[in-house]
């Protein structure tokens, strides 16, 4: 089945510690994206890549990372420099023509 | 920049129908729906590209008015499943290669019976 999965599905962080996420797609799409959900938020984007080894800061980019090493995988770091990092994180790839997510990681600070 | 949806929440009864909007401050090239439960990823609802292009989608549909640069998305005969958070997302005209979109921030639907 072809589909987007993100791991672990609950991280916890003790504070200065950075965390990743990961996000893999086997659909075969070019571009990937991470959001961060806040309650009664909308999608604020984080990074976005269009092609392996090249990425872009979104709107909210500070105390964030990501790679592109692989087609299929866009692993988020969430930094110690991230003071704020419980939310919902949405990971997404598109064809030409839409977006399509992933099931979520939600981040809780110890 | 951001569209702007409208109302930002809704109250329904079962069979009760809704109109979402959401409109762009820019002009736009395509709008594409979502609808999100309560924990879970947003699911792909339909996308809308030409100008004053209708779709349907079982009793879901949407329109697109280009000169005006909003989009409606129309819930008619609401079912207890249709509860959940819409959201909108456009390109701007000429879109992107790569299918990136603005979100607005989310209209709640809660149906009850």
């Known amino acids: 089945d072809g589909g987007i999965t993100q791991s672990p599905k609950y991280l916890f962080r003790k504070e200065g510690q950075n965390v990743t996420l990961s996000c893999e797609q086997n659909l075969n799409h070019d571009a990937m994206y991470w959001y961060r959900q806040d309650p009664g938020q909308g999608l604020r984007l984080i990074y976005y890549s269009q092609i392996v080894n090249d990425f872009q800061k979104g709107d909210i980019a500070e105390g964030y990372s990501v790679s592109r090493e692989k087609k299929e995988s866009f692993p988020l770091t969430v930094t110690s420099a991230q003071k704020n990092p419980t939310a919902f994180y949405l990971c997404?790839?598109?064809?030409?023509?839409?977006?399509?997510f992933g099931p979520g990681t939600r981040l809780l600070v110890l | 920049q951001q569209p702007v949806q409208s109302p930002q929440a809704v109250i329904l009864r079962e069979g009760e129908d809704a109109v979402i909007n959401c409109s762009s401050s820019k002009a736009l090239y395509s709008v594409h729906w979502y609808r999100q439960k309560h924990g879970e990823a947003p699911v792909f609802l339909m996308i809308l590209l030409k100008g004053g292009e209708q779709k349907g989608h079982d009793k879901i549909s949407a329109s697109f008015n280009e000169k005006k640069q909003q989009s409606s998305l129309y819930l008619t005969a609401s079912q207890l499943s249709y509860s959940g958070t819409y959201f909108c997302?456009?390109?701007?005209?000429?879109?992107?290669?790569?299918?990136?979109?603005?979100f607005g921030q989310g209209t709640i639907l809660t149906v009850h019976p």
């Open positions: 997302g456009t390109e701007p005209p000429g879109g992107t290669s790569y299918g990136k979109l603005t």
């Open positions: 997404a790839s598109s064809n030409r023509e839409t977006q399509y």
